[in-house]
Every structure is written in structure tokens, then in C-alpha cells.
């Protein structure tokens, strides 16, 4: 099988939730990748692997894997790559308790998406991070954050039109 092949299993292994499986041929194809010499390919299935030990539960080895991910983009110069990392280990910070840590790598997430002109990629990280302000008490910087979130999405689900005009209500309401 071709490296890529082993990818489009993985993936559909991990839509049918068998992480163990995914785990296994996600190595499969980035040992395949490694020895086609694409860089960025063995990145994108660590960053894979990451997020299958990120369901397990298995928080440490998801950050290990990412970080690996994050150092391949960086030293390629891969900002986008290297943004969407930095998004998943936001999400694995939290599931460790690091609040701090998860909130600083949705921010730089952020940063590039908006260079970048990534307008969903950007809302959908600027959710995550209000998501984590609200969680910490800090309700007005939350909703505000989740409002410009909304703004940048684009296609809206029921539930966030839903919160989309309630924050225009408080908005109406406290006069902003």
C-alpha cells in the first residue's frame, strides 16, 4: 500500500472511532511518508497520531506527537500547518488542566489565521478561546471574544445563531 492509502484508512478508521487501528496504520503511513521523504506528510500523520491519543485520553503522548507536528512546520515555515498544531495542542492543554498554556496556543493559532485571511479557522479558534474565558469567570471578555468568533465563521449552526443573537440582545442592552 502507498502512504496515502494508509492515510484515507486511518482517517476512516478514526471517523468509525477505532483509535487503536487508526493509531497503528497513521504509523503505518507516516513510516511510508518518511521514506518517500515528505516531510510535511509525516508531520500531518503525527499530528493525527496526536489527535488519536488525544480521544484515548492519552493527553501526554497527544502533546508529544504535536510538538513533533509544530517543530516539522516551524522549521519548514509552514505557518498554516504549524497554526492548525498549535489549535489541536490548545485543546490538549485544557484536557491536561493547563488553562494558561491551552489559551496561548489558541491566541498564536489565532494570529496567523488572521494574517493569513483563514477567516474560519480563525472564528472557530476565537470560540475556543471565549469558550475558555467563560469557564474562568471572565464572562464579558469571553462573550465578547465568542461574538468575534461568530463574526469570522461564516455559516452558522442553529445553536450559534441562537447565541449569536443573544449576545446582540446584551449587546442592546448595555448599550454597545
Known amino acids: 500500500m502507498m502512504a496515502t492509502d494508509f492515510q484515507a484508512q486511518g482517517v476512516k478508521l478514526f471517523m468509525q472511532k477505532d483509535y487503536e487501528a487508526a493509531a497503528r496504520v497513521f504509523q503505518q503511513a507516516a513510516d511510508a511518508y518518511e521514506t518517500e521523504g515528505k516531510r510535511d506528510m509525516v ?3 503525527q499530528t493525527n497520531l496526536g489527535l488519536v491519543h488525544c480521544a484515548l485520553g492519552e493527553n501526554q503522548q497527544a502533546l508529544d506527537q504535536m510538538q513533533s507536528a509544530l517543530a516539522t512546520f516551524q522549521e519548514m515555515e509552514d ?3 504549524a497554526a492548525k498544531v498549535l489549535g ?3 485543546r490538549v492543554y485544557l484536557a491536561l488542566g493547563d488553562r494558561e498554556q491551552a489559551y ?3 491566541r498564536s493559532a489565532a494570529d496567523v489565521f488572521q494574517e ?3 477567516n474560519k479557522l480563525y472564528g472557530e479558534t476565537l470560540l475556543a478561546m471565549g469558550d475558555l474565558q ?3 469567570g471572565k464572562l464579558m471578555a ?3 471574544t465568542y461574538e468575534v468568533g461568530l463574526d469570522n465563521i461564516g455559516q452558522l ?3 450559534q445563531k441562537v447565541l449569536k443573537g443573544l449576545i446582540g440582545m446584551r449587546n442592546k442592552l448595555l448599550g454597545g
Open 142 to 144: 469571553g462573550a465578547a
Open 116 to 118: 493569513m485571511g483563514e
Open 88 to 90: 489541536n495542542m490548545g
Open 79 to 81: 505557518a498554516l500547518r
Open 104 to 106: 496561548n496556543c489558541y
Open 43 to 45: 508531520g500531518e500523520m
Open 134 to 136: 467563560v469557564k474562568e
Open 157 to 159: 449552526s442553529a445553536s
